[in-house]
């Protein structure tokens, strides 16, 4: 089945790029992070359609779908991390607790933040790419059933007849018909009958 053209590739490309940029914001919001502008999520939007688009000129099985989530997920969550207004505020105020000396607390918060995220951006990737990739076999079971249905009958046109070609001017060509003769009829002669 990997060679056959898969059918309704744009849908398939809308539904698996957009599954996997809102799956990554709700992990990331999920988490504990903000998002960036949504100028900048369109942006991202159509970077994560790119490569999902080339990808459903097949059929997308499991484990590509689940590598595709995947990979989605930890390229829009850094994405997320560098874009969002509250990283540059973080930034600030990571700064100013080294400066001042605060207690590693903050750290630790982070850490335990990070560590949901994770979790939440896993959990998300591997159920989703099973409901997709179980949503592409039964798209494609479904194609394979009704492409009989759906195939045009076929035209047999006869060979065309020789053509005769035409006869120059003034001669005439000679058909060839079998003479029909009449028999005369069998008995005797009708003159002979008459005559007695």
């Keep these: 089945m990997g060679s056959t053209v898969a059918p309704f590739r744009r849908t398939r490309t809308a539904v698996i790029a957009a599954a996997t940029l809102f799956l990554a914001a ?13 100028d900048v999520l369109l942006i991202l939007a159509g970077l994560v359609t790119l490569p999902v688009a080339a990808l459903t000129a097949r059929k997308v099985s499991t ?25 540059s505020m973080g930034m600030a105020m990571h700064d100013h607790g080294m400066a001042t000396g605060s207690p590693p607390a903050m750290f630790e918060s982070a850490m335990l933040s990070s560590l949901v995220m994770l979790g939440a951006h896993c959990l998300a ?7 997709l990739a179980k949503n592409e ?10 492409r009989p ?19 120059p001017a003034g001669r005439i060509v000679p058909v060839l018909w079998r003479q029909l003769k009449i028999h005369p009829l069998r008995g005797p002669p009708l003159v002979r009958i008459i005559q007695l």
Excluded: D, K, N
């Design 137 to 146: 076999a039964a798209l494609f079971a479904l194609m394979a059933w009704l």
């Design 26 to 38: 709700a992990a990331h919001v999920f988490g504990g992070g903000s998002l960036p502008r949504p």
């Design 149 to 167: 249905l759906l195939r045009l009958p076929e035209v047999h046109v006869p060979p065309a007849a020789p053509s005769v070609p035409p006869s």
């Design 63 to 87: 484990p590509t779908m689940m590598a595709t989530l995947g990979i989605g997920q930890v390229l829009l969550h850094e994405a997320f991390v560098q874009l969002s207004p509250a990283h």
């Design 125 to 131: 990737t591997v159920g989703t790419a099973v409901v």
